[in-house]
Each structure stands twice: as structure tokens, then as C-alpha cells.
């Protein structure tokens, strides 16, 4: 019979080679995990014969047990893996890191559209308020109205070419958000067009329905 829980696990930025590991438990140090930067030590259990069928890993272990300790630590290390804080190394690998996404955006950016080509009207949308806009988009065009969506599967980057292709052809761009417009104000910076940007927000832990991007589309004309 397999164990109802993982035995727990502890994971620490400190050496484990320098203390005896418990009984059961595996000694582990591995440096340079990551990309070369991120070093990871710890104690890993030696789990129980059949408890994997060899191909799937073992259930995550239950975080914020009492029975388990948990370290992480956004210190900077350098190629090695090994600590290294000083002003040079942490300059170098923040940009190492965020040029990784930035000069790589076009192949990390996703997005999905829906009739965009003839759209007057489109909602640029991200997250669960996207089912919302979709439905919105879906009343609207049954009655008539040349409305479209672009939906934001990576909000970093932003797929800027996406959104601004939009607001070069559209006359009006609503963006429905459960926040006080943080991705309208970046589709604002983006706006070089003419084009009216448009909030429709919630924020009081109801998820934004399509007759309120409605509301604020037509409060818009």
C-alpha cells in the first residue's frame, strides 16, 4: 500500500554535505540549475519503493506544513551558481535576464483574434475577462455592429505590434479589466493613432459581465 502524503522535503540555499541527512533522506547539491544563475541544495526523500511507476514524478510535497521547511532566496548568483551580490554581477544578470524576454518577444508573444478585420470596435482582453468579452463581441455583431477582440495570452511582453495594428485600423478599442486599467494604460502608450481607449473595470471580486463592456462601449459614442 502507497502512502497517503510525500514524506516532506527541504530545500536550502546553505550546503547539506557539511551535516548527516536524516534517515530516508538523500543529500542533494546541484549548482548552475538554471540558466547557469540559480544554485539549489538540499534534502530530497528517498521515497518508498513503488510509490512512482517510474515514468511520473512523485505528488508535490504539502508547502506550509509544519513538517516541512521551504527556502527561497532572489539573491543573484553568477555562472557557476554560486552567491555572488555585488553591484557588477547584479547589474549584468538582471539585464541578462530581462533581454532574454525582450529580444525574444516575437516568439514569446500569443495572442488570438477574432474578427478583427472588419472591426470599428475592438476589445483588447486578457485573462478570465476575456469569456466575458467574448460574449459581448457575439451580442454585438448579431445586432449589426462591427465589433472584433484581440485577446492577450502574454501580457509580458506585450505583444505591442499586435495591439497596435489594432489601433491603427479601429475607431474605438475597449479594454475590460478587474484592475483600475493597468493594461489600458500600457495600450495608451502605444497609441499614436487617433484612437479612442476605452476602460471598463471591476473591482469588487465579481467578474465583469458582457452588458457592463457593453455599457462602456456605448457610453463611449
Avoid at 533581454?99 to 470599428?120: F, G, S, V
Avoid at 463581441?137 to 492577450?152: I, T
Wanted: glycine fraction near 8%; aromatic fraction near 8%.
Amino acid at each position: 500500500m502507497l502512502p497517503l502524503s510525500p514524506p516532506p522535503v527541504v530545500i536550502s540555499t546553505s550546503r547539506t554535505d557539511s551535516w548527516p541527512a536524516p534517515s530516508g533522506w538523500l543529500p542533494f547539491v546541484q549548482a548552475g540549475s538554471i540558466d547557469g544563475w540559480t544554485a539549489l541544495s538540499g534534502l530530497f526523500p528517498s521515497f518508498p519503493e513503488g510509490w512512482t511507476d517510474g515514468v511520473a514524478p512523485a505528488p508535490m510535497p504539502p508547502f506550509g506544513s509544519r513538517e516541512y521547511l521551504s527556502r527561497t532566496t532572489g539573491s543573484t548568483h553568477d555562472e557557476k551558481g554560486e552567491f555572488r551580490p555585488t553591484p557588477e554581477n547584479i547589474h549584468r544578470v538582471t539585464h541578462y535576464l530581462t533581454d532574454k524576454i525582450e529580444k525574444n518577444a516575437d516568439d514569446i508573444c500569443m495572442t488570438k483574434r477574432y474578427h478583427l478585420e472588419d472591426a470599428e470596435t475592438v476589445f483588447i482582453t486578457y485573462g478570465c475577462s476575456t469569456r466575458s468579452a467574448m460574449g459581448a463581441m457575439e451580442q454585438l455583431r448579431a445586432q449589426g455592429e462591427k465589433v472584433g477582440m484581440l485577446q492577450l495570452q502574454t501580457v509580458w511582453p506585450l505583444p505591442e505590434k499586435e495591439i497596435r495594428q489594432v489601433l491603427s485600423t479601429a475607431k474605438t478599442v475597449v479594454v475590460p479589466e478587474l484592475n483600475l486599467g493597468q493594461i489600458a494604460g500600457e495600450v495608451r502608450k502605444l497609441n499614436d493613432y487617433g484612437c479612442k481607449v476605452v476602460q471598463a473595470n471591476r473591482v469588487d471580486g465579481i467578474l465583469i459581465s458582457p452588458a457592463q463592456i457593453i455599457s462602456a462601449w456605448k457610453e463611449a459614442l
